[in-house]
C-alpha cells in the first residue's frame, strides 16, 4: 500500500490553473510542495493491483484506508502514512 503524486501543475501557476480546480488541491510531500492529486494503490504478493483510489493533495493517508481495503483480508505492508495514532487501521 502507498501512494504517488500527481501533478496537474507548477507550484508557481497554482492560481491560473484552471482544468481541474475542482479535484486538487495544494498538498506537502518529503519532496516538498505541490498541486494536484494523490494516487493511493493497493498490490498482490504477486504484483496486481488489488486496489486504487484518487484523493486531493492535502489528505491524509491514514484516512484513506478504510477505503482502499474494503472487502479485503490479511496482512499490509504500507508506509508509515497510513498508521493511525489508535491503531494500524
Known amino acids: 500500500m502507498d501512494s504517488t503524486l ?3 501543475c507548477l507550484n508557481r501557476r497554482i492560481f491560473n490553473h484552471e482544468v481541474t480546480k475542482i479535484i486538487t488541491s495544494r498538498g ?3 519532496k516538498g510542495w505541490f498541486y494536484g ?3 493511493h494503490e493497493v498490490c498482490s504478493e504477486n504484483g496486481l493491483l488489488e486496489s486504487v483510489y484518487f484523493t486531493s ?3 491524509n493517508d491514514s484516512k484513506t484506508v478504510e477505503k482502499l481495503t474494503e472487502k479485503m483480508t490479511g496482512r499490509f505492508f504500507a508506509d ?5 495514532k489508535n491503531g494500524i487501521f
Open 6 to 8: 500527481l501533478t496537474t
Open 28 to 30: 506537502k510531500s518529503t
Open 37 to 39: 492529486l494523490k494516487l
Open 57 to 59: 493533495g492535502n489528505a
Open 80 to 84: 508509515a502514512g497510513y498508521l493511525k
